[in-house]
Nanobody
């Protein structure tokens, strides 16, 4: 079955960096766009970034553009999110989702907590 397992949870100070990983299995990873979404405390899911199957096209929410970088390693079936210049408002549970930014993100992992605080 499809499995998505995020890792990289941490408490970081504002201005710090963190890299999230998402190990996948159960589907042909290289054939699918992939997406990162997040859920801030007390709020709903919000789209963060998506990447095309080949990795040649990336898109970002305005709130993270210039600070976050999405990437993928198709041979390792793994998705990444490099987060730099972190802000307290980036605090959220981060999920990787199979597929493009379709607004539902119904196939996603269990999430990993990122807390940005001094």
């Amino acid at each position: 079955q499809v499995q998505l397992v995020e890792s990289g949870r941490d408490l970081v100070q504002p201005g710090g960096s963190l890299r999230l990983s998402c190990a996948t299995s159960g589907f042909t990873f290289s054939s699918y766009s992939m997406t990162w979404v997040r859920q801030p405390p007390g709020k709903g899911l919000e789209w963060v970034s998506s990447i095309s199957p080949s990795g040649g096209r990336m898109s970002y929410a305005d709130s993270v553009k210039g600070r976050f970088t999405i990437s993928r390693h198709n041979a390792k079936n793994t998705l990444y999110l490099q987060m730099n210049s972190l802000k307290p408002e980036d605090t959220a549970v981060y999920y990787c989702a199979k597929g493009p930014n379709d607004g539902t993100w119904s196939v996603r992992g269990q999430g990993t907590q990122v807390t940005v605080s001094s």
